[in-house]
């Protein structure tokens, strides 16, 4: 395994589950479900406290100073702080040896950002970077008409939906442009190949388990999955 954690970045109805379950068939690897933008929090206190600190830092030495301390603020220990509450919070209490852990969230399309307080993709994802060690992205798509036909996306209607996708689309784009710890994913397109996942296996620097893949494969995932089944898998 080339990476030390890995993130999948998707919306709602891609097959991101079973992608999570394919993940989780490496041994060592430990892909925990969605948090709801769990790190959205720590991001804003990140960016506040590199907000404040650049604003009144230079006169915050003295008790008089409305800001007094704030030159005391450190972004290091931020995120040090932070990296091991985001490793403890997935990895604690698990019955498997995590040696390289994650999670995969669906709440990356610009109106859930909004809700969530985050603001734009590009920012958010560059924090994950520094909050994850040695991070793969790993971006999952699927057919944008199929999706927006879901349960997931009936509070919108079908045009918004697929522009709300089209712009997650363009957004991972223009900030993975220069990036080489993203892979990104089309489901169907993948689970129609002879070989599927196997470039992302080959991304991860992992071999494929034949009876390990075949395994999730033909397991029911979320509610609508629909139980893709590959006839043969190789080997690494």
């Given at each position: 395994?080339?990476?030390?954690?890995?993130?999948v970045?998707?919306?709602?109805r891609?097959?991101?589950t079973?992608?999570?379950?394919?993940?989780?068939?490496i041994?060592?690897?430990?892909?925990?479900?969605?948090?709801?933008?769990?790190?959205?929090?720590?991001?804003?206190?990140?960016?506040?406290?590199?907000?404040?600190?650049?604003?009144?830092?230079?006169?915050?030495h003295?008790?008089?100073?409305?800001?007094?301390?704030?030159?005391?603020?450190?972004e290091d220990?931020?995120?040090?702080?932070?990296r091991?509450?985001?490793r403890?919070?997935?990895?604690?209490?698990?019955?498997?040896e995590?040696?390289?852990?994650?999670f995969?969230?669906t709440?990356y399309?610009?109106?859930?950002?909004e809700?969530?307080g985050?603001?734009?993709?590009?920012p958010?994802?560059d924090?994950?970077?520094?909050?994850f060690?040695d991070?793969?992205?790993i971006?999952?798509?699927?057919?944008?008409?199929?999706?927006?036909a879901s349960s997931f996306?009936?509070r919108?209607?079908?045009?918004?939906a697929?522009?709300?996708?089209?712009?997650?689309?363009q957004?991972?784009?223009?900030w993975?442009a220069?990036?080489?710890?993203v892979?990104?994913?089309?489901?169907d397109?993948?689970?129609?190949?002879e070989?599927?996942f196997?470039?992302?296996?080959d991304?991860?620097?992992v071999p494929?388990?034949?009876?390990r893949v075949?395994?999730?494969?033909?397991?029911q995932?979320?509610?609508?999955?629909?139980?893709a089944?590959?006839?043969?898998?190789?080997?690494?």
């Amino acid at each position: 395994m080339r990476f030390s954690s890995i993130l999948v970045l998707t919306y709602g109805r891609t097959g991101s589950t079973l992608l999570t379950g394919v993940l989780n068939a490496i041994p060592g690897v430990l892909v925990r479900g969605e948090n709801q933008n769990m790190f959205a929090g720590l991001f804003q206190g990140y960016s506040r406290l590199r907000s404040t600190r650049a604003m009144y830092g230079e006169n915050a030495h003295s008790p008089a100073s409305p800001f007094f301390g704030t030159h005391r603020l450190c972004e290091d220990r931020y995120l040090a702080h932070a990296r091991a509450l985001a490793r403890d919070q997935l990895v604690t209490g698990s019955p498997r040896e995590a040696s390289v852990y994650g999670f995969k969230e669906t709440r990356y399309t610009r109106a859930l950002l909004e809700e969530d307080g985050v603001g734009p993709l590009a920012p958010y994802l560059d924090f994950l970077a520094k909050l994850f060690p040695d991070p793969a992205f790993i971006v999952l798509t699927r057919n944008h008409r199929d999706v927006a036909a879901s349960s997931f996306w009936r509070r919108m209607s079908e045009d918004d939906a697929k522009q709300q996708m089209a712009w997650f689309d363009q957004d991972i784009a223009d900030w993975s442009a220069e990036r080489t710890d993203v892979f990104k994913v089309d489901y169907d397109a993948v689970l129609a190949e002879e070989r599927p996942f196997d470039r992302l296996f080959d991304f991860l620097h992992v071999p494929y388990d034949e009876d390990r893949v075949r395994a999730v494969l033909d397991l029911q995932h979320s509610n609508d999955n629909t139980q893709a089944k590959v006839v043969a898998l190789p080997i690494a």
